[in-house]
């Protein structure tokens, strides 16, 4: 290795101070190579020009190249197209893909934004001293891989490999996983288990012993019936879901909408209850009861297939829906006549398992008791209710046996979240900062596809833990605000310009998608396979990653499964026939993955764990007088904050809002469109203004606002200071001691209307 004694040296000097943020201006982002027009960006008239400028109008001779979308989870398959001078044109759904059926979302037709993005992250960079003063230094990739090998290697020797943890989200997860688990660590977090699916995952494993996955394996396309309780289909754009909602509607099919708001779902439902907020469990006990004291629920099904029967009849048995009325504000006869549609439409009909499920700390019952009722229903296993999944196992590319770690994540429980089957990140984060006058345990992060300052709630725990790594090395594609924070910054190229893993979702049917270059990487960026390949053999783990391209890897594993790379080139989505049926066969057993095999309506896991073996409603915190709840959520056209510096998708929203009901708006005395601070029952208040939108359609004792705007990072040119960041407003977070999953929504917020930065510098 050629890295010098004085970058160690270096290092070891400002290690021993604060680990500033700092700012990534010229050093590797956008201010060296602004696009023709992106820096007089106004979002008005001019933008559409704007656009096809910058990705090529006219006609012209296109190739196109096999890919799947980055911009979400669902992932869905489509083509890139490009022209003969090598610029991406525009990105198409694939029709054989059954997660899209060749139609893409907003984000899936924006993605080529994130290739065209000027602020994009170009050149390694390091953190060094410059006049007394922490700041970053381009780097070579031999310079910045040799310095990361080197700190790793002595980490490892003096602390252990499992000194060293992994934050992860999106596709780099895999190949760094790979990497870590070579190195010697298994201590690996991903923020979407703690944080969204979680809890829902937890709660249905509890009762059916497995999860819905990911995508949920809800038959919405064949329901006659569809319950949304605190799902926001159509605006946290689940392709293919939305597309199967539409459908369902059109075949008229009862579509119910729990919510606060009257959200895009809740506009297209028969029924919409705008239940007060935390009040959810009390609604679900209620349905609960009427479909089992009413005599609605599936006789057959549940003496079938499921056990504790009589336990939850004598649980249930007070919980009215007089009782919920007095709890959630709906009225009783809204109840009943809404557990009785669900009931006559029986089994097709699905309780949404939602997808980020992290709310009140109580996360886990929530979502058992929806997943009670769908047992009740006989929705499990049945054609419009939520189906089996089958998928196609592609082998992994031969490696030697990975290193047993001397401890794990596990370890650090001490007897807590006892159901918690993956890392909670706030786990992870605790266990990076001294306590007790104990050394930390893990002293170093790889931060790969998640910007950990605006999506890890406990904020002062994650402060603290910063200050105390020995080392934080972030890759992504753009300068996210947790780059300012690392010592090593490692650009990855996006989706567009590299190969990936074999997409092998199991759903309705297994199907192979291929994601392949369609142009090649901008300035010196590298994909994620490259960087982890390139940091193993620095370790002296050649051994795993014995290929010299990852084309290598895909098509051994291809051919595997009876195709090949040159096959999936071709064609990008390949279906495989199913050997199961998608649904129990009538007159056949079925055999649950619970430890009785039989769906648990009294969960004998739970109780042997300490909890509530059936869900309880708990009372939660209201806000006080001139203080309202915070409900955040999605917009079609944006993931989290990952594309808020799009400027395909930028110009679609370019920042957020916050929904008040005109009575409160009253009571303010606002104005359409006035620009407002928040600020949260701790004092914290909004580094940005938002706008204020009026609007019937939101409660009187809540405000909503879109997650992933109020960026302060100056180098995302068209993110800064666009909207308010709902982050900020989070300080209140309760921990579901079931799984360690961090329930945000119990932070409350008020409004600031004068500047509150000129009565600091008055």
């Known amino acids: 290795m050629c890295i010098s004694k004085y970058l160690i040296a270096k290092l070891k000097c400002y290690m021993k101070t604060r680990r500033d943020f700092i700012k990534i201006s010229a050093l590797g982002a956008g201010t060296l190579a602004l696009g023709a027009g992106i820096s007089r960006y106004t979002f008005g008239s001019t933008v559409l020009d704007d656009l096809l400028a910058m990705t090529g109008g006219g006609k012209e001779k296109l190739h196109r190249y096999p890919t799947y979308c980055e911009v979400c989870f669902w992932k869905c398959a489509g083509w ?28 899936g037709t924006g993605g080529v934004g ?64 790979h990497l870590m688990k070579a190195y010697g660590t298994g201590n690996m977090a991903a923020p979407s288990f703690a944080q969204c699916r979680g809890a829902r995952d937890v709660g249905f494993e509890a009762t059916f012993g497995e999860s819905v996955s990911s995508p949920e394996v809800t038959d919405i396309r064949d329901t006659r ?108 006869d809204l109840i009943r006549s809404t557990a009785r549609e669900m009931a006559n439409a029986a089994p097709s009909t699905i309780i949404h398992p939602g997808r980020h499920t992290a709310w009140y700390g109580d996360d886990v019952q929530r979502t058992r008791a929806i997943a009670i009722l769908n047992a009740l229903l006989g929705s499990w296993g049945n054609r419009g209710g939520i189906f089996f999944k089958e998928g ?24 807590n979240y006892p159901l918690a089957n993956e890392a909670p990140t706030n786990l992870v984060i605790e266990a990076s900062s001294p306590a007790g006058g104990q050394e930390a345990k893990i002293k170093g992060w790889v931060v790969a596809g998640t910007n950990l300052v605006s999506t890890v709630p406990l904020k002062e725990q994650f402060k603290k833990a910063l200050q105390s790594l020995d080392l934080l090395i972030v890759v ?54 490259w960087i982890a390949k390139q940091l193993g053999e620095r370790l002296g783990l050649a ?145 940005f203004p938002v706008k204020v939108r009026l609007t019937e359609r939101i409660r009187w004792d809540s405000v909503y606002i879109v997650h992933g705007f109020g960026h302060h990072h100056k180098p995302l040119h068209l993110a800064y200071g666009r909207g308010a960041n709902d982050t900020e407003m989070i300080t209140n977070v309760m921990i579901d001691p079931i799984m360690g999953g961090t329930g945000m929504r119990g932070n409350f917020i008020t409004f600031i209307k004068d500047d509150p930065r000129k009565e600091t510098e008055s």
């Open 543 to 687: 051994a795993f990653f014995n290929y010299k391209e990852y084309t290598e890897v895909l098509d051994w594993q291809l051919k595997q499964v009876g195709s090949s790379l040159a096959e999936m080139q071709r064609i990008g989505v390949k279906k495989i026939a199913r050997k199961t049926s998608p649904y129990i066969e009538p007159g056949t057993p079925h055999i649950f993955k619970t430890a009785s095999g039989k769906i648990q309506l009294f969960s004998h896991e739970l109780a042997a764990a300490g909890f509530d073996p059936m869900p309880l409603f708990t009372k939660h915190p209201e806000p006080e007088e001139g203080f309202y709840r915070l409900i955040y959520g999605r917009a079609p056209m944006h993931t989290f904050s990952r594309t808020a510096n799009n400027p395909n998708l930028v110009a679609l929203m370019p920042e957020n809002s916050v929904w008040v009901n005109p009575q409160v708006a009253g009571i303010w005395g606002f104005k359409k469109d006035q620009y407002v601070w928040l600020k949260n029952q701790d004092g914290e208040i909004s580094k």
């Open 225 to 332: 019936c569809l319950v949304l309780i605190g799902s926001h289909i159509g605006e946290n754009m689940h392709n293919g879901q939305v597309q199967e909602m539409s459908q369902a509607i059109d075949n008229g099919a009862v579509i119910i909408t729990v919510d606060p708001r009257l959200s895009t779902a809740a506009s297209k439902s028969k029924y919409w209850l705008p239940i007060k907020p935390s009040t959810d469990i009390a609604l679900l006990l209620a349905w609960i009861h009427v479909l089992i004291y009413d005599d609605l629920y599936n006789k057959e099904y549940v003496a079938a297939n499921a056990e504790g029967l009589e336990e939850l009849k004598a649980h249930v048995v007070s919980f009215t829906p007089e009782w919920a009325y007095g709890i959630t504000t709906l009225k009783p």
């Open 392 to 415: 196609i196992k592609i082998p992994e590319f031969p490696h030697p046996e990975y290193p047993k770690p001397a401890w794990t994540w596990k370890d650090l429980l001490n007897g």
């Open 114 to 177: 994130m290739y065209n993005d000027p602020d994009r992250l170009k050149t390694p960079l390091l953190r060094v001293i410059k006049d007394g003063k922490q700041t970053y230094r381009e780097a070579s990739w031999d310079e910045a891989l040799d310095f990361v090998a080197t700190k790793m290697s002595d980490m490892k020797a003096k602390y252990g490999p499992e000194s060293m943890a992994l934050f992860m989200h999106g596709s780099p997860a895999n190949y760094l996983t």
């Open 80 to 107: 890139a197209h490009v022209t003969e001078d090598g610029n991406i044109k525009k990105i198409t759904g694939n029709y054989d893909d059954p997660q899209c059926n060749g139609k893409l979302c907003p984000r």
């Open 476 to 529: 992504d594609t753009m300068p996210m605000e947790i780059t300012g924070y690392a010592d090593v910054v490692l650009p990855e190229c996006t989706y567009l310009e590299r190969y990936d893993d074999i997409r092998t979702t199991a759903h309705r049917e297994p199907t192979l998608g291929l994601r392949m270059p369609a142009v090649d990487p901008k300035n010196q960026t590298k994909p994620a396979w």
